[in-house]
């Protein structure tokens, strides 16, 4: 997306000594807020003075601590929260004068007045501060959102990159980095599926919005190329707190109008589930798929088309069906006979290939091959659906989909789960490098314990240790309660929330039983991966 044109130069405030505060002149400056798309928006730049903002920065780099946190919605590296600054030990606050002017300046009344007038959001509170600095590093993302927790009223952005790198004004598509900016889908509060604008990221750069629920969607792109960083200080004004001039107790109902829904309303909406797939309910079966002491030679012929026949001889198919009783899942690797397998390699390359899909490229929004649809909204998933094979490496994929959906392969699985299946839904999915995900909501779990059986088609070595994502994830539901700031919900590595996590890799067939509470997602695909997650997945329901 082309950068926007809207950047305001605005004068700097003088301080006693001589540096620069956040401006608080208004003028002309409502305007264009207000007539910004897809939303009101404004962009500042230079935001406030050189000096400040590079003693800003050495202090982001050299003197403050950054932990790594991610999520399914989330990657990067962040700083505690700089509203505690007055809370350190003396000793370490001097070690941190140009962001404690910052911070002051910024939630000071003049510079709240400001932001006031010129998004015409009314009062601003002043007590309470909400400030950190964050770090994108190569890899490092945030999925759409729209900011809506508890008493956010304006968003903003300080943009530190490298004041001395030759992109300091503004960095290149390539890099990524950007501020994605979401319109709403008419009559709807669900986000588009591309985004209107893209922000870049700019040396001396201030963004700032109306945190408005179903309306201020928005995403940080993926930081592309090695060393590369996008240094940045998030935070939010707030509504007036009790006691504070302005505070009215039923002041947020203001932005809960027209039956507007937030993002996190949005994720936890059942009516999203599986909303835009080929299939949103479960197809029954001709009867009940039961346990069976053997596979017939019928349905072993039809399988033996596109399945290894390894997995339909008696003895391994018992060897599985032991493994899963005990673990409740397995891993398959080598599922397609190879000749299947082999024939696949060249068409998905050259897809991805064709299309600048992965290899340190960000695959554009809207890049699809024929017969493919987007499968959304994105602010629950985003990934490419098959819908009909208009080629040659769509019919090779359509042709494993219909071997999932049929009675032969339900058998085979009910065989080796010793579960009886009463019905199947499924598609065909490509997880493009730099685009795609889906999110850990209900929309991911089931009403019924399902048998989840995924073919996973991910081609390269540098899947396994989850740096380039693309993994899968089962998630116990009951753990995911707490809030970060920005919407999702933290797990730390090793957290007891995490059932399994299973990488993507080439031609493997996960089987796992999952039960309601269980929620799933595929992590977001980084643009230094190898090329597209594709994948055949499908989920059977279990009649208990």
């Not at 002043?126 to 927790?149: C, E, K």
């Amino acid at each position: 997306m082309p950068e926007t044109k809207d950047s305001q130069s605005v004068p700097a405030v003088e301080t006693k000594d001589k540096r620069a505060a956040p401006t608080a002149e208004t003028k002309d400056k409502r305007a264009p807020f207000t007539q910004a798309t897809p939303y009101p928006h404004t962009r500042i730049a230079p935001f406030c003075s050189d000096s400040l903002l590079r003693g800003v920065r050495n202090e982001m780099l050299n003197r403050l601590h950054y932990t790594q946190k991610e999520t399914d919605i989330f990657k990067y590296h962040q700083s505690g929260d700089l509203a505690n600054l007055d809370g350190l030990p003396a000793a370490e606050q001097a070690q941190l004068p140009c962001l404690r002017q910052l911070r002051d300046s910024l939630y000071s009344h003049e510079f709240r007045d400001f932001v006031s007038r010129v998004t015409g959001c009314g009062p601003l509170s002043g007590s309470r501060t909400d400030m950190s600095t964050n770090r994108y590093m190569q890899g490092d993302h945030l999925l759409l959102h729209d900011d809506v927790i508890g008493d956010r009223r304006v968003s903003y952005i300080i943009y530190l990159p490298d004041p001395d790198a030759a992109d300091a004004c503004g960095w290149a598509d390539e890099a990524g980095g950007g501020l994605e900016l979401y319109a709403r889908e008419p009559n709807s509060w669900a986000p588009a599926e591309c985004p209107e604008k893209t922000i870049r990221p700019r040396w001396n750069q201030l963004v700032m919005f109306t945190v408005l629920p179903g309306q201020s969607h928005h995403a940080v792109q993926e930081v592309c190329g090695e060393g590369r960083e996008r240094l940045s200080i998030q935070g939010w004004f707030h509504f007036p707190q009790p006691g504070e001039p302005g505070y009215s107790a039923d002041q947020m109902q203001q932005l809960w109008t027209d039956g507007a829904e937030s993002t996190l309303s949005q994720i936890a909406a059942l009516h999203q589930r599986n909303h835009g797939t080929q299939e949103t309910e479960f197809m029954p079966f001709p009867a009940c798929i039961e346990d069976t002491d053997i596979v017939s030679p019928e349905d072993c012929t039809e399988l033996r088309r596109l399945m290894n026949p390894e997995y339909l001889s008696e003895s391994v198919m018992s060897q599985v069906a032991s493994r899963f009783a005990d673990d409740s899942h397995i891993e398959l690797a080598q599922f397609l006979k190879p000749q299947v397998a082999s024939a696949l390699q060249p068409l998905l390359t050259a897809a991805d290939e064709r299309e600048k899909v992965g290899n340190g490229h960000m695959a554009a929004h809207g890049t699809r091959g024929a017969g493919w649809v987007i499968n959304g909204p994105p602010v629950v998933r985003r990934f490419a659906c098959l819908q009909s094979a208009e080629d040659e490496l769509g019919v090779q994929l359509m042709g494993i989909r219909e071997m999932f959906a049929s009675p032969a392969f339900a058998r085979w699985l009910a065989a080796v789960s010793a579960l009886a299946l009463r019905g199947r839904r499924g598609t065909v999915r490509r997880f493009r490098a730099g685009l795609d995900y889906t999110l850990a909501s209900p929309d991911a779990g089931s009403s019924c314990t399902t048998l989840d059986a995924v073919l996973c088609l991910a081609q390269g070595n540098t899947w396994a240790d989850g740096v380039v994502g693309g993994y899968h994830c089962y998630v116990d539901s009951g753990d995911a309660d707490d809030a970060s700031n920005d919407g999702s919900v933290y797990r730390a590595a090793g957290d007891d929330g995490i059932l399994l996590t299973t990488p993507a890799s080439w031609n493997s067939l996960s089987l796992v039983m999952r039960e309601p509470n269980v929620v799933r997602f595929v992590k977001y695909v980084s643009a230094s991966a190898p090329g597209s997650r594709w994948d055949v997945s499908f989920e059977y329901c279990v009649d208990e």
